[in-house]
């Protein structure tokens, strides 16, 4: 069953204004239950203010966002309670800490939605877990940690709220590529034990494929493509036209297939490209 | 939002205010608030309110930027005029209690609201038909003669111009910083005012870090640049006076001559 789904929904920046602009135009999308849905486009192209409407930040200028059937806007004095469902983690979220300690810190999404005592304590904690954030961290200053770890503290802030729908905005933006890699363990890891919705922001296509069951396309305010990574990737053209590219070891693997090696279509990762290859070797008795 | 105050804002255009030299422009300011605040009959009132309002037609900006511009301090002159309407000495038209109003506070009212209105309205017309360097610019010029004093200037100057550069930065980072907060349950509409600033605390941090993180970025890049103040320091763009500079000038010393004549002439109420 569908946890979120819009309809119709657009917004329009500044309007009466010689600045108006429309981000998000006429958008309709339906997203299930415990799915991870990749969220690409140009810089610019209206996926931040999408995502802002998910949890009611931003309100839509028209349409509407419906969170288990329910328009979230019915009782705009509740709008506090979607944002405990649907959880955002901002780009470069590590600006936003501001707590004397780690702890605390994470805890402030948690005492807002009212948790107390034990349970504030055990939330933390797991959260900090979720995140690969160790214990002795908790009671230092967010300032004196590291970017990475900072980053680590913001992203289990959002998490200790325990939402239904998490929301992440380039969580990987800025960091090397190992604490990238750790990362996107470490949310996959949180998605299989937690098994809710995720939303992904990012300019990594690698990264989409790896987490994403969908991916959503979006170009000038305007939703592309809603189809399954395979899918979304395998029309490289049109991708190419709106200025993205597919992951770089699916071109590769085009490439080759163009050259005459017959690998199968769609493979996005490096780890499908290593089976691919051990597989095609091992058939012509190679290795 | 944060960002709807029109005070300060600079809205780029090409009318003749635009074109004005932006010295002449501040010491046209300069001139038209001495101009206001020595107009003591009505008529002279009326010479400064119809010079202000041609200046602003003129503009090239747009009327409701003036009227949003106003709507911010609508309240202090409601409280300020109210104030005055029951100092005023002489015989009272209307008494009630301990309250008295006499004809005399009701001048004062009419008189004290209308120059808070003026003044506005005439400083509104030069941030938003002067961009913030040109300003800053205009500034340090016209404060050079106070080298004398070993005053520096051109520090004076820079310091000026990187607090109106990172204005709409930290508004941005506000807004930013606001939406995180509020994505993580931070309630800063609902609650009695010790609440609300209470509230604003999550908010204040982490925009002060940044401001301090900022600074420093900022200052280590001068250095890199080898900055080091005013000494010798051309510049890009040097200002020059044309003959619509002359223009303000007259219009200015018109409106002078308007005003003593009109103070002289016509019986002063203040």
Redesign the interface.
Known sequence: MSIIETKNLSFTYGVGTPFEKTAVDDLSVSVNEGEVIGLIGHTGSGKSTFV?ML?G?IKPTSGEVLLDGINIWDKPKEI?KI??RV????QY?E????EETVRKDIA??AI??GLSGDELEATVRKSARFTGLSEDLLEKSP?DLSGGEKRRAAIA??IA?DPDVLVLDEPTAGLDPMGRDLLLSQIIQYHQERKNTVFFVSHSMEDIARVADRVMVMNRAKLVMFDTPRNVFARVDELHEIGLRVPQITRIMTGLREKGHRFSEGILTVEQAFDEIVDRLKREGKI | MIRDVALGQYIPGNGIVHRTDPRVKILLLIAFIVFIFCSFSFVSLGIVTAAVAVIILLSDVSLKLYLKSLKVIIVIVLITSLLNLFYGTGDPIFKWGFISVTMAGVYRAIFVSVRIILLILISSCLTFTTSPTDLTDAIERLMKPLKVFHIKVHEIAMMMTIALRFVPTLLEETDKIMSAQKARGADMESGGIIKKIKAMTPVLIPLFVSAFRRAYELAMAMECRCYHGGQGRTRMKTLHMKGSDCVGIIYAAVVLAGIVLGNIFFTAVI
């Open positions: 802002q949890n930040l506090r944002r405990f959880g955002m983690v901002f979220p600006y936003q800490l501001f402030f999404g807002n939605k300032f802030g959002v709220m």
